[in-house]
C-alpha cells in the first residue's frame, strides 16, 4: 500500500509540475530590426513596397525618404578650367518623410512610388523605441511620359485588337481538330468491323 501511495504521489506532482507554464525571463533581447523593398530596382513612378519588422507592437513610425547620388547618366556636366556649367545642374532633393505604424508582429508594410530616377534610401524609425532599418532602392528609366494621345500619335499604338491573321490561324486550327477527331471516329469504326468479322 504503501508503494501504492507513493507512486500515485510521485506521478500527481510530476503531473502538475509539468503542467505549470514555463516562466521566461525578460532576458531575451528582441530579434533586431531589419527592411527590405519588394523590387530593388523600379522605373519611375512604379509602386514597390517597403518592409520591415523588429519594432514594438502598434509602435508609431516614420518613414525617411531620403535621395541619394544620381546616375551619371543624368546629363550634367562641369567645366572646371572655364568655370562654366554646360548643362543642368540638379540639386539633391531634400528628404521626404511620411508617417506609418508596426501591425501587432512588430511588422509594417509601406506602399510607395518614386517619379524621380537615382537611388534613394529608405530608413524606418520607431517612434517609441528609437529602432531604425534602412533599405535602398534605385530608380531607372524615362521619366514618366504624358498619358493624352493626339490623332498624329495613335499611328504609333500597337494594336491589341484581333486582326485577319487571328481569323485565319483560328480557321486553321479549328480544321485541324475536325480532321482529328474524323481519324479518330474511322478508326474505330475499322476496329468494331474487324472484330466483328
Given amino acids: 500500500m504503501k508503494k501504492s501511495l507513493t507512486a500515485i504521489a510521485l506521478a500527481g506532482s510530476i503531473a502538475l509540475i509539468g503542467a505549470v507554464p514555463a516562466m521566461a525571463a525578460d532576458k531575451y533581447p528582441a530579434p533586431p530590426a531589419n527592411a527590405a523593398v519588394s523590387d530593388g530596382t523600379v522605373g519611375p513612378g512604379d509602386q514597390f513596397v517597403f518592409r520591415g519588422k523588429g519594432f514594438k507592437a502598434g509602435e508609431g513610425l516614420s518613414i525617411s525618404v531620403t535621395p541619394g547620388g544620381r546616375p551619371a547618366a543624368s546629363g550634367a556636366s562641369i567645366s572646371h578650367g572655364s568655370k562654366t556649367v554646360s548643362g543642368k545642374i540638379t540639386l539633391p532633393l531634400a528628404p521626404q518623410n511620411f508617417a506609418s505604424s508596426a501591425d501587432d508582429s ?82 474505330r469504326r475499322r476496329a468494331k468491323a474487324e472484330a466483328a468479322a
Fill in 106 to 187: 512588430g511588422a509594417f508594410a509601406f506602399p510607395l512610388s518614386l517619379s524621380e530616377t537615382g537611388t534613394y534610401t529608405l530608413t524606418a524609425t520607431g517612434l517609441t523605441s528609437g529602432v531604425t532599418a534602412t533599405a535602398t532602392v534605385t530608380v531607372e528609366g524615362a521619366a514618366l511620359a504624358s498619358t493624352s494621345t493626339s490623332t498624329s500619335d495613335a499611328a504609333a499604338l500597337a494594336n491589341t485588337g484581333a486582326d485577319a491573321s487571328l481569323l485565319l490561324w483560328s480557321l486553321v486550327g479549328a480544321g485541324a481538330l475536325a480532321a482529328g477527331m474524323t481519324s479518330v471516329v474511322v478508326v
